[in-house]
Antibody, heavy 115, light 107 residues
Framework: QLVQSGTEMKKPGESLRISCQGSGYNFTTYWIAWVRQMPGKGLEWMGRIDPSESYVNYSPSFQGHVTISIDKSIRTAYLQWSSLKASDTAMYFC??????????WGQGTLVSVSS | DVQMTQSPSSLSAAVGDGVTITCRAGQTISRYLNWYQQKPGQAPKLLISGASTLQSGVPTRFSGTGSGTEFSLTISSLQPEDIATYYCQQSYSTSWTFGPGTKVEIK
């Protein structure tokens, strides 16, 4: 399973790191992807990280706005922001990604950014 | 990015009706097309991979077809538990993209 960290309430300009911990499978066999869902909107693939090499692919839409990282020793992937904006308010899902599909999803982390 | 479109954006049908959702890719993606179901307040669930491979445990009333740029998801007999938003997603390119979603409701 993938277990994500809890709801975050932050102010604009603050930094944040949310997490996604995998268990029950070979953690280095699958990439971990992050997916954004803004309130009432659809799914947006943000990027993915290879746990074995820590190599990251970002969607062009998110490149430079977030950082994806991993600590394979504790089977945990991270999504972080250095300076949050109100427009970052969304539900964020992590997903276990093979070459062609995302077959296991975390429960989601709600991030709310408001002054 | 490979752009994905879906139609309709929403539909309403009676229990027992057959419904079909169409997904189009902005370029050929072979059969690298997945379908996900998302119920309110829940994470997405993979229904179909590789355009037509039903995932374990998914009811056989769900089916997928297509290749290249045009794909479809069919629910042969709509059930109340199928109320959800359905997303197609391409895994052909390194940067994956989702369609905008189709909301399915019961009439």
């Amino acid at each position: 399973q993938l277990v994500q960290s809890g709801t975050e309430m932050k102010k604009p300009g603050e930094s944040l790191r949310i997490s996604c911990q995998g268990s029950g499978y070979n953690f280095t066999t699958y990439w971990i992807a992050w997916v954004r869902q803004m309130p009432g909107k659809g799914l947006e693939w943000m990027g993915r990280i290879d746990p074995s090499e820590s190599y990251v692919n970002y969607s062009p839409s998110f490149q430079g706005h977030v950082t994806i990282s991993i600590d394979k020793s504790i089977r945990t992937a991270y999504l972080q922001w250095s300076s949050l904006k109100a427009s970052d308010t969304a539900m964020y899902f992590c997903a276990r990604q093979s070459a062609t599909q995302a077959s296991l999803w975390g429960q989601g982390t709600l991030v709310s950014v408001s002054s | 990015d490979v752009q994905m479109t879906q139609s309709p954006s929403s539909l309403s049908a009676a229990v027992g009706d057959g419904v079909t959702i169409t997904c189009r890719a902005g370029q050929t993606i072979s059969r690298y097309l997945n379908w996900y179901q998302q119920k309110p307040g829940q994470a997405p669930k993979l229904l179909i991979s590789g355009a037509s491979t039903l995932q374990s445990g998914v009811p056989t009333r769900f089916s997928g077809t297509g290749s290249g740029t045009e794909f479809s998801l069919t629910i042969s007999s709509l059930q109340p538990e199928d109320i959800a938003t359905y997303y197609c997603q391409q895994s052909y390119s390194t940067s994956w993209t989702f369609g905008p979603g189709t909301k399915v409701e019961i009439k």
